[in-house]
């Protein structure tokens, strides 16, 4: 069964910085990863999607990585600002019958101004 | 397209009560899915829809949850009776088919069972 698991779990840090959060996924065997944002009492935005084939994706300040055969994915946030403000949360689809997205617990971010 | 439209965004009921969440896809998606969110357990598939077949309903946690999908355009989840651990963020998504594709989420229906 396909585990995720996301590191850390809250991260606060001052605005401006650079950031790494990390996703890890136990069955290597997918088919994409998803990152996505959600806000508080929203619903869930899509920030990048990398299928297995690829490495990595990049949009804006966002890039996220892809390395599959260790099961890992990173997101890097560049130029951190307040409205980056949020929970993200990683998802892997590994079909095999279990097709839909399985997500990870988040990762809750603040951006201090 | 107006994305995922899901309804009604907040429901607040009492235990026993029937509950039937709504959900329209984005136009010309064939493949829709109903997650649940709780604090302790994330999110979590409920069911998995493919050209409104029921294809993969493990996740379904009991006997009085059920979901339909009449046509391309309309799905529902239902729980008959409710119970006040049953309250939760409910989320619909939907994507192309083909295990390869994007999913898109709606606003999700908070639910609060009392």
């Known amino acids: 069964k396909q585990e995720v698991t996301q590191i850390p779990a809250a991260l606060s840090v001052p605005e401006g910085e650079n950031l790494v959060l990390n996703c890890s996924f136990t069955?290597?065997?997918?088919?994409?990863l998803q990152w996505f944002r959600q806000d508080p009492g929203k619903g869930l935005t899509s920030l990048l999607l990398?299928?297995?084939?690829?490495r990595e994706q990049t949009s804006g300040r966002l890039n996220a990585s892809l390395d599959k055969s260790s099961g890992r994915s990173t997101l890097y946030i560049a130029a951190s600002q307040p409205g980056d403000s949020a929970t993200y949360l990683c998802a892997v689809r590994s079909g095999g019958g279990a097709d839909g997205l399985t997500f990870g617990k988040g990762t809750h971010l603040i951006i201090q101004p | 397209d107006a994305g995922v439209i899901q309804s009604p965004r907040h429901e607040v009921t009492e235990m026993g009560q029937e509950v039937t969440l709504r959900c329209k896809p984005i136009?010309?998606?064939?493949?829709l899915f109903w997650y649940r969110q709780t604090m302790m357990r994330g999110l979590e598939l409920l069911i998995y829809?493919?050209?409104?077949?029921?294809?993969?309903d493990s996740g379904m946690p009991e006997d009085r949850f059920s979901a339909k999908m009449p046509n391309a355009s309309f799905s529902t989840l239902k729980i008959q009776p409710s119970e006040p651990r049953d309250s939760a963020v409910y989320f619909c998504?939907?994507?192309?088919?083909?295990?390869?594709?994007?999913?898109?989420f709606g606003q999700g229906t908070r639910l609060t069972v009392v």
């Open positions: 998504a939907s994507s192309l088919s083909g295990l390869w594709a994007e999913a898109f």
């Open positions: 829809f493919n050209n409104n077949v029921p294809i993969d």
């Open positions: 990398i299928q297995s084939s690829q």
């Open positions: 069955d290597s065997a997918i088919y994409n």
């Open positions: 136009s010309g998606h064939n493949s």
